[in-house]
Nanobody, 114 residues
Framework: QVQLVESGGGLVQAGESLRLSCAAS????????MGWFRQAPGKQRESVAT???????NYADSVKGRFTISRDNTKNTMYLQMSSLKPEDTAVYYC????????WGQGTQVTVSS
């Protein structure tokens, strides 16, 4: 199985930047695509960005041009660089790994004040 641990969340002001990290352990060789999801209070969990083993990326329209997903396979770590943050980006951000099973991290809170 794969275990995921997120870090890097916090409280920032609108317009500022933040970088999230997701460290993978366990059967990391089985991981194909990884991604970030988020869930705001009272809303459904939504996909933010995904990245394949080959480095192919996909972004939600709401974050295109502001967020950048990347991964360092030598460190088994994925990142989400978030810039020009908006209050509507406030949510719990979850790391996900598509392996033989779907693995989720515990989530990290991102709060953007106006």
């Amino acid at each position: 199985q794969v275990q995921l641990v997120e870090s890097g969340g916090g409280l920032v002001q609108a317009g500022e930047s933040l970088r999230l990290s997701c460290a993978a352990s366990g059967r990391v060789s089985s991981i194909r695509t990884m991604g970030w999801f988020r869930q705001a209070p009272g809303k459904q969990r939504e996909s933010v960005a995904t990245i394949t083993n080959a480095g192919g990326t996909n972004y939600a329209d709401s974050v295109k041009g502001r967020f950048t997903i990347s991964r360092d396979n030598t460190k088994n770590t994925m990142y989400l660089q978030m810039s020009s943050l908006k209050p509507e980006d406030t949510a719990v951000y979850y790391c996900v790994a598509f392996a033989t099973t779907l693995a989720w991290g515990q989530g990290t809170q991102v709060t953007v004040s106006s």
